[in-house]
């Protein structure tokens, strides 16, 4: 006999809802309702200077589960939940003006860039640049940014190709 949730034996035992946040045996939690998710891009076409890093200016969210994405102000995720994070940043342009240009999609750490994604482009290519992985946050303090970098030429970026988004894959 199968020993079910309330510890009722048997087959035929009546089915269990479980809620709220349950862990099971070797460390998994399940139904985590407070799981911080959020999906921002920007609200127009951006302008990316040249050899400059720039900030994107994410004020469009699509949701925000935890109310941890700032799109008003400093355009940045900052959990209340310690764990590891999985992000993706999304950045592509019109075609291009100039030749072996390089562009960068970073993603930024508590104000230093910590991770890469690039490309190199031709003339009349689209720029497309990514970058996606777990990223460890302390729930407390950190925070993450996305800026854009360009080589040789300023990119007009596309708030229709432009994205920021995670969740939380595994708390602390």
């Known amino acids: 006999m199968t020993t079910i949730v309330d510890g009722t034996t048997g087959i035929n035992a009546p089915a269990q809802t479980i809620t709220g946040v349950s ?7 399940v139904g985590a309702t407070a799981a911080p998710a959020f999906s921002a ?3 127009a076409t951006a302008t990316i200077s040249s050899a400059t890093y720039t900030k994107v200016i994410l004020n469009t969210e699509d949701f925000d589960t935890a109310s941890a994405f700032d799109s008003t102000t400093n355009y940045r995720f900052t959990p ?3 764990g590891y994070y999985q992000i993706n940043l999304v950045a592509s342009t019109p075609q291009i003006a100039a030749a072996n240009t390089n562009s960068y999609t970073v993603i930024y750490k508590n104000g230093s860039a910590y991770k890469y994604g690039g ?7 689209q720029a497309n640049s990514s970058w996606s992985g777990l990223v460890y946050l302390n729930g407390s303090t950190d925070y993450l940014e996305m ?4 080589s040789s030429a300023s990119i007009s970026l596309s708030s229709t190709y432009c994205n920021f988004s995670g969740f939380l894959a595994r708390s602390a």
């Open 23 to 29: 862990t099971l045996t070797g460390g998994f939690t």
């Open 41 to 43: 891009y920007p609200s």
């Open 80 to 82: 209340l939940v310690a």
């Open 119 to 125: 490309t190199q482009n031709s003339t009349g290519q």
């Open 147 to 150: 800026y854009v970098y360009t």
